[in-house]
């Protein structure tokens, strides 16, 4: 009886044993394959078949970790060097527009394995004092990266400064560029809402949109008050295309990429051949702010600033007629050229 009791005891602990040893085998092959960073070249459009391309698991726990410790500037030239990580010109550049939402695009493509994005506007082609300083000063300015990798960043004043077009094409002819846009009448009056903002902060009074947006002489749009003139989209665009053809450009719907991200990123993938890989996971509705925020992983995830998502002032709404019509023929313009229409009143 006790030898049949120590036998069956003798095989149960064997299977446990077993079952021990085979998860543990698992568990260190697993570990193993994720070690191993597969180089991606994004840019290219290189990409085998679904399997073969799979950016690591690792890249996007690298992205929040290690990269961010070298961001911070935490990391030696040494440290640098063995983890082969680079200072890269950007391959593509958010050059606008002002208040079109060009954060959140920022922010939401940085989900991606393959992006790096330039957490700070450097303002390297709208302003005369830094363009001065050179071309290596402004990759100085980007973040470390992997080779694979591709740099990004933004800058909202390059859409509507003279000189930068000519400027990043003499740098690279071939870069990509996005613009991300919104309804021009409500553009304008977040742009106003931001510079109120500003005043009130520094204790100023300031004028109300209407008195600003309408010219009191003339009772017609005030074409020179600059949050008009930067939401005529197509007159910016037509100095950008007497450098870039049209097909280096990628039109991002900013008034959906509120409401509705994923698809609109989908598209930005597309246009700089990354393969597909911010999902619905990275995106998830936050009531209380009323906007989309980002999952990097089970752990890290974040909204953007207060500063993004301002309640805008009421604003008479003879002056929104007013403004929706002047923008109208800009706007059918503005469709005719890029091939993208928007549904704008
Ligand atoms: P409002 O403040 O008018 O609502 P930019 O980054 O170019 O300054 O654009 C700011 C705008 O981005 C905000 O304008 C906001 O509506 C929009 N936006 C788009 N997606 C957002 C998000 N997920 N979180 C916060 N703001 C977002």
Not at 266 to 288: C, D, G, H, M, W
Not at 293 to 311: E, H, P, Q, T
Request: include cysteine.
């Amino acid at each position: 009886m006790l030898f049949k009791q120590q036998a069956l005891l003798r095989q149960k602990l064997f299977v446990l044993g077993s079952l021990a040893i085979g998860s543990l085998l698992y568990l260190v092959a697993r570990v193993g394959s994720l070690d191993r960073l597969q180089p991606l070249c994004p840019i290219d459009g290189r990409f085998g078949p679904r399997g073969q391309d799979e950016m690591p698991l690792r890249a996007l726990q690298f992205k929040r970790g290690l990269l961010h410790e070298f961001r911070k500037g935490n990391a030696t030239k040494e440290q640098i060097r063995l983890h082969n990580l680079v200072q890269q010109l950007p391959k593509a550049i958010i050059i606008g527009v002002r208040k079109g939402g060009t954060r959140a695009l920022l922010e939401m493509l940085n989900l991606h394995p393959a992006v790096v994005k330039a957490s700070q506007e450097i303002h390297f082609f709208d302003n005369d004092e830094n363009y001065a300083k050179g071309i290596e000063w402004y990759r100085k300015k980007m973040p470390f990266s992997y080779p694979h990798q591709i740099t990004i960043e933004k800058s909202p004043a390059y859409f509507i400064t003279e000189e930068v077009p000519e400027r990043i094409y003499k740098m690279n002819s071939s870069i990509k560029l996005l613009i991300i846009v919104r309804e021009p009448t409500t553009r304008a009056i977040s742009d106003y809402t931001q510079v109120l903002e500003g005043k009130e902060r520094k204790n100023k009074t300031y004028y109300k949109f209407e008195k600003l947006a309408i010219d009191p002489n003339t009772c017609e749009v005030n074409t020179k008050y600059k949050a008009v003139r930067t939401s005529i989209y197509t007159k910016h665009l037509e100095r950008w295309l007497k450098y870039f053809p049209i097909e280096q450009f990628h039109i991002v719907d900013g008034d959906r990429l509120i409401t509705e991200p994923l698809p609109e990123l989908q598209l930005v993938e597309k246009f700089l051949n990354l393969p597909p890989r911010i999902s619905q996971y990275n995106l998830y509705f936050n009531a209380t702010r009323g906007f989309y925020c980002l999952r990097f992983n089970i752990v890290f995830n974040k909204c953007l600033a207060g500063s993004k998502g301002r309640i805008h002032p009421e604003v008479d709404t003879s002056v929104i007629t007013k403004l929706r019509k002047f923008f109208h023929p800009f706007n059918q313009k503005f469709y005719q050229i890029t091939g993208r229409t928007f549904n704008w009143p």
